[in-house]
């Protein structure tokens, strides 16, 4: 397995990290830890992981899995999103108990969604309270995961609190981060990227999006993982497994692979341009609505229009997909709650109306 140096931490990280949030069965921790062990053998060392995945079983599949491991043979990392100190310390206190550890290797300021965050957390002392569970030994690498953007999070990193920092990050939202890798680049820290396929966004629209092939990839799959881990500020990027097949495409993707040269990348970025920036990832932040409105599936609808071109692509996806009709998208009070944490920063609330006008159509 291809690994790299995760920032200056002295980790080698593989550059396919276990996402532990999609097991399909969480409830079954035989058959779902059987899959974190299979990832393990086929080289896969860094577990990501955190308190709510999967029905909330995600850090007890990961312990369960990890009691039959050598615990110098992986890299657990899990999170916490409370700015609260106390609430900080007993929520790392409950993942060491599931997660069957004596440390968490990468330990994760959960969330930011707005750049105000940061401060909070320092101020009500989650980040003392993480700083000093590193001093205990109990983490050995403070990191931040993040869906602000590029500039925002480039002051995340100028504070030089976090030795790493987890983002989505992917083919179609790239433009949006830029900033963030040029800010871990100069200061030599860690990048996870989670999202690697744009939310199941690249693979479902594999015939429109096949440019993201280079001559060595057999699918858009491969070259989306592999335009990420390819990029040298990237260490390594998250894929969601629920079953030994789904790694063994993973790991098939990096695996004898040598990275593409930068010339590449840059010609799938214009290739990509402006006209794929704005797609909605499907990450569900926006929610709840307090007019109920189902957001994401709203905005899974409108990417088919920015792929496809047409409103009727729009009103097909909400029919044959969702079972939702246009009229729905009118429920939205115009509050604009949405789109201060939508970690896209789309302008859900012209698309809703854009929806809503579609009625009849
Ligand atoms: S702006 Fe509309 S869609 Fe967004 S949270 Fe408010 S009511 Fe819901
Ligand atoms: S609208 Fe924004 S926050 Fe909501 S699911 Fe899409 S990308 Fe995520």
Redesign the pocket.
Known sequence: MWTKPYGKTGVDVSVIGFGGMRFAHPADLDASAAVVRYAHARGINYFDTAPFYCEDKSEEIMGHAFRALPRSSFYVSTKCGSADGGELRASLEKSLRRLQVDYIDFFHIWCLLRPDQLEERIRKGAIGAAQKAREEGLIKHLVVSSHLGGEDNATVLDSGLFEGITIGYNALNFPFRAKTLDAAARHNVGVVTMNPLGGGLIPRNAARLAFLKGPQDRDVVQAAIRFNVSQPAITAALVGFSSEHEVDEAVAAVEHFAPYPAEHIEQVKANIGAGFEGF????????PCPAEVQ??KM?DAFNAKILDGSDGAITDRLKWHWGLAPDAAAACIDCGA?ET????H?P?RDRLKAIAALVGS
Request: hydrophobic share 35%; net charge neutral; charged share 0%.
């Open positions: 909605c990832t499907g990450c569900g932040y926006c929610l957001i994401p905005m949405c944490v939508c970690t896209q789309l859900i």
